[in-house]
């Protein structure tokens, strides 16, 4: 897989806001395949499987659900994987109160360098695509971040990513975005829509290799 060399390349590099920066900047084309690639093989099965008349319009609005979905999800990894590796750095060094403060402003601070890299990729990406589209007559910058914002705070209730052994999928993160999409399908609660979209998200997961990418080679002995 493509990926995977991809991130062959980047597994020596350090979290320095550098590095960091190249990580956010490689992440935002894999992601966006990654999507796309997903999404329209989604929408075909819909299509097929579930005989659903699915206007473009529609499948707009879905991609940008999966975007903003996907923005949110790496946030709120980022910080618990690069923040492990920084809190048992400070740990095995034994910091006061105050030196851990300090490292844990510079910690948010560098992962500030691979989030904004990252959105800054997405959102040009989308720009110039809708941009192409509409002939520039549809502001998608603004509409995205507002779209972002309001999904971040809603899914933040959600504690749980996905599935866990001896659980149901229920109350996940993951489940209720793929209700949101048969919500948006007009299909609310049709356990044919969410389903199918529950597994194509945790696959896009498991393709952008997270973990892979943000902790380096030394630290995974």
Not at 38 to 48: A, C, E, P, Q
Not at 102 to 130: G, P, Q
Request: with cysteine.
């Amino acid at each position: 897989m493509e990926e995977n060399n991809l991130w062959e390349q980047l597994k020596n590099i350090e979290n320095d806001a550098e590095g960091l920066k190249k990580k956010g900047k490689t992440l935002a084309p894999v992601l966006g395949m990654a999507i796309t690639k997903n999404v329209g093989t989604l929408i075909d099965f819909f299509k097929k499987q579930n005989n659903l008349k699915i206007q473009t319009e529609k499948e707009i609005e879905i991609a940008l659900e999966f975007y903003a979905f996907f923005m949110h999800f790496i946030d709120r990894q980022s910080w618990y994987i690069l923040g492990d590796e920084e809190f048992t750095k400070a740990f095995k060094k034994g910091l006061g109160k105050e030196e851990f403060k300090r490292m844990k402003a510079n910690f948010e601070e560098k992962r500030v360098f691979f989030l904004r890299e990252l959105y800054d990729e997405i959102t040009n990406s989308l720009s110039r695509i809708f941009s192409e589209m509409f002939s520039g007559k549809i502001n998608i910058k603004k509409d995205f971040i507002t779209l972002l914002d309001k999904r971040s705070v809603e899914y933040s209730k959600y504690k749980v990513v996905f599935q866990e052994k001896n659980k149901g999928s229920k109350n996940t993160l993951v489940w209720e975005f793929s209700k949101k999409i048969a919500e948006i399908l007009k299909q609310a609660e049709d356990i044919r829509i969410i389903m199918p979209t529950y597994k194509i998200t945790c696959d896009i997961i498991g393709l952008i290799q997270l973990p892979e990418l943000l902790v380096p080679k030394h630290n995974t002995k």
